[in-house]
């Protein structure tokens, strides 16, 4: 029991090491920013193609009007989601250091457009790149995000600052305080972007996507990096941690890039698109409906306990939601030594079956789009691939979860049902059955 206590002592101090770290915990509440446009813009491109995803022949003037009136949207929400993401993470730090928020949100995001390369039309004259704005640029967006912070937060604590006089109106006076720690940043990289015009790259976006970004996107879109992620997912759940927040906060960057890049391929008609893996795949394929289907068969079928009827029939309703909480401290699965087997091994499986059966064809692969993670079954399948196909590799992937689990809940119904056979027994009698 000591070493038991003792193991638990250490995951538990890891996982709230890396819970609280500043860094990833902005990351990860940063990236939150451009959920609202991004989710919007998913459904626009969801739409736009809907004729195709129904397999309609559709007049031309239509399928052209959907695509020149949905089309441009993902430009000014999915395809720049770099800038969001720059924005919040410095917004979510600066706040964490208790310093302007606003101002710093704003100095890292004038300090991003620095960085990136400008061309030039002689119809329209200056312009930005939107690939750098969105899966190309979102590493970068992130590193400058937080370092201009860092800068920005150190200097303005250190009181390095124009003070006005008590008179001058309060945002007035923020204004000027925060001119010597915003121009710190912005004169770090502009002299980065200018050391980077004498190199091959160009510029630090094209350096950081090809050095850093791609390999990184190339490890983290591979089937055993997924299976790792999952794994510390489930196994900081079992301890009673928000694994999906934890792991998330590290490869959301990784995923979402490779979203994007598959959102743009979709959005412009590919008929292949580049990555398996990505945010949609994660929040899709990996655990949906895991709770629906256990709830569903012990519920109404298998349940011998009046325990085991009670608990999942309350788990079944927030189960169609995707809300796992109930069940995971309600049956309890936390620290419960009978259900951890089934709680790891089940999102593996999902997540290679999955994997394999969009490998062979058999299902489209995820078009990049969001799918809000309350999202039914079935419903999100369709959604995150546009193909009925996704919908039903979802409902496989609960057969498959719920057949893997049915022989440890009965394991654990058994023993509550003997339970309420032998209401005399004490604690140590029934913990012995």
Known sequence: MKNKSSFQDKITAFSQAIGNNRYLLSLRDGFMVAFPATMFGSIMVILQNLPTTLGLSLPQSFLDFLNNFFGPVGNATMNVTALFVCFGVAYQLAGRYKQEKLFSGAIALSSFLMLLPVGN????????AIS???????????????????LYCRISAAHIVIKMPDSVPPMVAQSFVAIIPGAAPLFLFNLIRYGFTFTSYGNAIDFVYQIL??????????????????????????????????VNSIIDPIM???ALQNYDAYKNGAEHLPHIISTTFMGVFVNQGMQLGIAIMFAFFLARSVRMKQTMRLVFAPAIFNV?????????????????IPWILAPLASTTISYFTIAAGLVPRPTGATVVW??????????????????????????????????????????WYKDEQNPDLDAAEKDSL
Do not use: C
């Open 121 to 128: 039309d002689k119809k329209d004259g200056a312009f930005f």
């Open 132 to 150: 750098h704005l969105g899966a190309e640029g979102m590493f970068v967006a992130i590193l400058v995000a937080i370092i201009s912070t860092e």
């Open 213 to 246: 970004q791609q390999p990184l996107m190339g490890l983290g879109g591979t089937l055993p990096a997924v299976l790792i992620a999952v794994f510390f997912t489930q196994f900081f759940w079992w301890f009673g941690i928000h694994g999906t927040l934890l």
């Open 256 to 258: 979402s890039s490779l």
């Open 324 to 340: 796992s909480e109930p069940m995971t401290y309600g049956l309890p699965v936390v620290l419960n030594p009978t259900l951890f």
């Open 374 to 415: 309350t999202t039914p079954i079935f419903v999100a399948g369709w959604l995150g691939t546009g193909s009925i196909r996704g919908g039903i590799l979802q409902l496989v992937d609960v057969v498959v979860m719920t057949l893997i689990w049915i022989p440890f809940i009965k394991a654990l119904d058994n023993r």
